[in-house]
């Protein structure tokens, strides 16, 4: 990182992050002072921190930002973070493991959706085969007018097949 960057005035105090950062400390296992305290972290250990990330992520942002500018773009891309992480191996390796999975979940989520589809079309397609069936395929007379329309359809089609045969002979 180059040079620091003063905080603008009207943030300076507020933190951003202070219930992740707790939690983070807890879950890395920072001691109390003594058994006497709460298992709360210090304020000022919470308050640092946050100016710590806070301080990097506006870094980072400058960083891709100017990369941005160079290239001659309005817009931050995603390979201008990871340009302004280049000299990182760590974080740029944990960038592009975070991002191959983002990718994997969303391919996932596709394909679990184009299953749900064949799933719902196959439902459709199975009730339609069933009120097919339930229009006197069993033998029994069918209540309503399936049945009707049944002889009606096949009236046509009977129509339209002679119609044709006398169009071509």
């Known amino acids: 990182m180059a040079e620091p960057r003063a905080r603008a005035a009207r943030h300076k105090g507020q933190t951003n992050f202070a219930a992740e950062l707790r939690l983070l400390l807890l879950a890395y296992g920072d001691p109390s002072p003594h058994p006497s ?75 679990f959706d184009q299953n749900d589809d064949q799933v719902g079309n196959l439902k459709d397609a199975g009730k339609k085969e069933i009120e097919d069936l339930g229009d006197g395929a069993d033998g029994k007379k069918s209540k309503g007018k399936g049945k009707r329309n049944a002889r009606r359809d096949s009236d046509a089609t009977e129509d339209t097949t002679i119609s044709k045969k006398r169009k071509t002979g």
């Open 37 to 111: 305290f709460p298992s709360e972290p210090l304020p000022e250990t919470v308050r640092v921190l946050d100016e710590i990330v806070t301080d990097f992520i506006l870094e980072m942002c400058h960083g891709a930002a100017q990369y941005a500018a160079y290239s001659r773009r309005q817009k931050i891309k995603v390979d201008d973070f990871r340009f302004a992480l280049r000299r990182d191996p760590n974080k740029l390796g944990r960038v592009q493991e975070l991002l191959r999975m983002e990718r994997e979940l969303k391919e996932a989520r596709k394909a």
